[in-house]
């Protein structure tokens, strides 16, 4: 039987006049993966920051493996972004001045898990993603499609249940678009982690069975 | 946990030559305005420590005078009976301490003539004198003002009395057998020794009595209890008649050591001014990185650095570059010190000063002194800038700093 994953009540966020949520109640189910669309500005990004502790909300709930995040004190909510989220935004967020072995693993290092058996994941992932061979360059080295690959391969190097990604392919061709939107996806499955996409880009939402829309500050769902 | 993401996060911080060139110049500069300020303390310190010592080997630990001038032996051994019981193994001797004239064929000086018992003398004051009947020992500066060395004859001149056709002097020729080093220009430059016997020959008809032993005593401490010499006085105030004056061995330079107290503490309030300078550079590099590594700090924080961790890790940085400070500063009063023993530009001239060399002498009061306000204002600066990081959402310091 599904398991709510997270499950969000009546979630508002309000930015000064602005109300970004305005009551959006959802349940994300484990295991599963949605592609979230709207205009811009109708709070599918905000939405998204919510769920991955990088904000608070205004008022409402999530709760995550059925803990609500307002109980979370700042440090608590630190180890729920280290351990239980994996993040991948439109831009890779890459640090220019680190190699990319030492992105990948920088979660690892400040969550202070990093072993030899995830530096080892992270290999088996990057020789299966094809940037092995990246893994020694820095990022202005490397084309925008092995950016976002390294940028994968850092969201799901602590192997977490909730991967969020924000217009993932809003830098890229239609071709490594579509490349990016299916490795996604297989590697969601793989990990066995719950994906939720938001896009603007009807195409890349067509790949996913779980279809949502953002409009006002409001999440429906679609058939 | 939180130190073991100490060097790593250090090190990405300091990955780039720039950010470490930045941060190797800021240490320096807060190194050597430390240094300054702790020279500077060191110097006056120095200067305290060693007149004190000189002086104490030239005065005793406590100098006693009588108001009746001079002091005879039955006098001494009753009134000073309760010294010995009072301090164990303490030692004192008693001087004839007057002023005459010396010349030698043109040059001529002003001196305090000390006539002494020698070896008593030199057993409670450290000094050896070795003084026969018709020799004379000189301080080195006073001889080097004669143009006298060992073995020349000078000429002493000394009243034969206090009244009348007794206050002209009387002339008679010493030959100079001992040349004395006590470390006190102004001291060295004055002062001449002569056997108590020769004085008591050349003047006997003045003293009140042939038991007369002096006007000065000079006590000296046992090893350990020189730092209790106020208490000492005090004591000694009680239990001595009241016609007896007892001071510590710096009196005669008091107020020039209350001076350089009172001018130490206020240096080291101005010169926090040099500290407070190089915390600009501090606060230029807080601000550096900042604009440079806000990138990774709001990233760290996206991937779960937490606050706690930040608010920490962020101000131990900070104590860092503090403490190689600190310890760069030292390097730096060493090497001064090190010029000061040996760079002739930096003698103290003796006309001006009463001691030839200065060392620079720093206690733990110096160091807190220094050290603590600079960490406190680090602390402060760093608290300061951590707000910045903590007050701004991250997501919205990603999209700032990445975009």
Known sequence: MERALVTVKNLTKVYATTKALAGVNFDFMAGTQYAIQGASGSGKSTLLYLLGGLDRPSSGSICADGKDLADFSNQELAVYRNLFIGFVFQFHFLLPSMNCRSNILLPALIGNVLTPDVEQSVLKLAEYLEVQHCLEKMPYQLSGGEQQRINLIRALSLRPKLLLCDEPTGNLDSINSEKVTLLLKTLATQYGATLIVVTHDAKVASHFEQNLWMKDGHLFTRG | MILRLYLPILKILLIDRATRKFLIGVGIGLAFSMAVILCALGIMDGFDREMRQKLRSVSGDIQIISRHGQLSSLEIEKD????????????????????????????????????????????????????????????????????????????????????????????????????????????????????????????????????????????????????????????????????????????????????????????????????????????????????????????????????????????????????????????????????????????????????????????????????????????????????????????????????
């Not at chain 2, 004379?136 to 000429?155: H, M, N, P, S, W």
């Not at chain 2, 990774?296 to 101000?315: C, H, T, V, Y």
């Not at chain 2, 090190?338 to 760079?343: A, D, E, G, V, Y």
């Open chain 2, 80 to 403: 000073f009976e309760p010294i010995s019981a009072m301090i164990p193994d303490v030692r004192r001797t008693t001087v004839y301490q007057t002023e005459a004239f010396l010349i030698r064929e043109q040059n001529s000086r002003g001196i305090l003539l000390r006539s002494v018992v020698p070896e008593e003398y030199s057993n409670a004051m450290g000094i050896k004198i070795e003084l026969r009947i018709g020799q004379i020992a000189l301080g080195k500066e006073l001889a080097q003002y004669l143009g006298v060395g060992l073995g020349d004859e000078v000429v002493l001149a000394l009243p034969q009395g206090q009244e009348g056709s007794k206050m002209l002097p009387t002339l008679n020729a010493f030959s100079v057998h001992q040349l004395l080093d006590h470390g006190l220009f102004e001291f060295d430059s004055r002062v001449a020794y002569l056997n108590l016997d020769d004085l008591r020959t050349i003047i006997g008809n003045a003293w009140a009595s042939d038991e007369s032993l002096g006007n000065y005593i000079f006590v000296t401490l046992p090893e350990g209890k020189q730092a209790e010499v106020s208490r000492y006085i005090e004591q000694l105030k009680q239990k001595l008649p009241k016609h007896y004056q007892v001071r510590p061995f710096w009196s005669d330079f008091g107020v020039l050591l209350e001076a350089v107290k009172i001018e130490k503490t206020v240096l080291a309030l101005v010169l926090q001014v040099i500290v407070l300078v190089s915390l600009f550079n501090v606060f230029g590099f807080i601000v550096y990185i900042h604009e440079k590594k806000a990138q990774e700090i709001f990233l760290f924080r996206a991937m779960g650095l937490s606050d706690k961790q930040l608010f920490i890790l962020w101000p131990c940085f900070l104590v860092t570059l503090w403490f190689l400070s600190c310890l760069v500063s030292l390097l730096f009063v060493q090497i001064f010190n090190l010029l000061l023993h040996n760079l002739d530009l930096l003698k103290v001239p003796g006309e001006i000063y009463h001691l030839g060399r200065l060392d620079i002498k720093l206690g733990l009061f110096e160091y807190l002194l220094v050290f603590a306000p600079a960490l406190a204002q680090i602390i402060v600066l760093a608290l300061f800038g951590l707000r910045r990081f903590m007050n701004r959402p991250i997501i919205s310091g990603l999209r700032m700093e990445f975009s």
